[in-house]
């Protein structure tokens, strides 16, 4: 059991939310960092031991609660540099105190974006167990900074701290004790309600592997265990800090797959009459994600949970199909909004 052990998550959201149940299973105290009183009542609920209000630009309050935590782990938007480096610091105070500390950290497989605009299905193919091939994406990639100030730091500490990226792709999944949705998928099912068909960018023949959040929280719990358990000076712990999360292996479905599939339901449901999936215009790009459409929406991103598998984590959530039929559209039909309205995605888009 972890009892006594203490995590600070930053940004207890759609991933972090179901992180954090994972890791009240197994008995760690958990303090969230969270923007709003009533989502730390919710949190409370689910068991968080404590929560900090804050922003995520308050960098020294960030650092200072994460000074008393052996375990943070940063789940809020994967482009955001101040929060991160604020961990850092107090990874780095730790470590001149001779304290040992945990960072996960999480990316997302956006880093791999081959700017394809849906154009092809690459035959590129990355793995976490080969690190030289994360880093052989360019610099001025997707969440690449952060990533690789994140990478310096671990570098000058060497043994001094276990530092891991967790680098999701497409998450989908529903947790009906949350009520929340991914994006994503969530954002083209609205898309096609206001506009009366399912659509995909360009010709919608790139391909994203995809995982269920649900398992995504549970490879969380897998990394942290191994990292708890391997030494410091391990090969493993000081070579490769990238985790990828996938349950798709070979068999990724293309942006127009997805759109075939949100077609074909909602024309079970009797809300569009053509379920043909069609592209999508880019005067229309304003109702999905604004200019960031192609990059959100477009590119192959290919990625193999090898060292997951080896550590003994496996997928048994429903499949992405599934979740969309009997969680997601279920949920997004219950609605009471306006689905004319809709204006498209406005947030910061995970992955």
């Known amino acids: 059991m972890a009892s006594g052990k203490k995590v600070f998550i930053v940004g207890p959201g759609f ?81 001149d105190k001779g304290l040992s500390t945990i960072y996960i950290h999480t990316s997302g497989t956006s880093v791999l974006d081959d700017g394809a605009a849906g154009k092809y299905k690459s035959d590129k193919v990355f793995h976490d167990n080969v690190p030289s091939e994360v880093d052989s994406v360019p610099d001025s990639a997707p969440h690449r900074q952060i990533d690789l100030t994140i990478l310096k730091v671990k570098k000058q500490l060497g043994e001094k701290a276990k530092i891991a990226i967790m680098i999701p792709p497409l998450i989908y999944g529903f947790n009906p004790n949350h009520q929340r949705l991914s994006i994503q998928i969530p954002t083209l099912t609205r898309y096609a309600l206001k506009h009366g068909y399912a659509g995909h960018v360009g010709a919608g023949l790139s391909v994203w592997s995809n995982i269920h959040v649900v398992d995504l929280a549970r490879a969380y719990l897998t990394v942290l265990h191994h990292l708890e358990s391997t030494p410091a000076n391990s090969p493993d712990i000081l070579g490769n800090p990238y985790y990828f999360i996938e349950a798709t292996g070979d068999n990724e479905p293309s942006w127009k797959d997805v759109a075939s599939v949100i077609g074909t339901e909602l024309h079970k449901a009797g809300l569009i009459s053509d379920p043909t999936p069609r592209t999508i215009p880019p005067e229309n790009y304003g109702d999905l994600f604004q200019e960031f459409t192609e990059a959100v929406l477009g590119p192959n991103s290919r990625s193999r949970a090898v060292r997951l598998r080896e550590l003994g984590w496996k997928p048994v959530e429903k499949s992405w199909k599934e979740s969309f039929a009997q969680d997601e559209l279920p949920f997004i039909l219950k609605e009471d909004v306006d689905h004319k309205a809709f204006s498209g995605y406005k947030g910061t888009v995970a992955s």
């Open 15 to 95: 991933i972090g939310w179901n992180v954090l149940d994972q890791l009240v299973k197994e008995n760690y105290a958990v303090t969230g960092f969270v923007r709003r009183q009533s989502h730390a009542d919710k949190i409370k609920a689910s068991g968080a031991t404590d929560t900090v209000l804050g922003d995520l630009d308050d960098k020294a309050l960030i650092t200072k609660h994460a000074l008393s935590h052996d375990i943070i782990i940063h789940t809020a938007t994967a482009d955001h540099l101040p929060s991160a480096e604020a961990i850092l610091d107090a990874v780095k105070q730790r470590a």
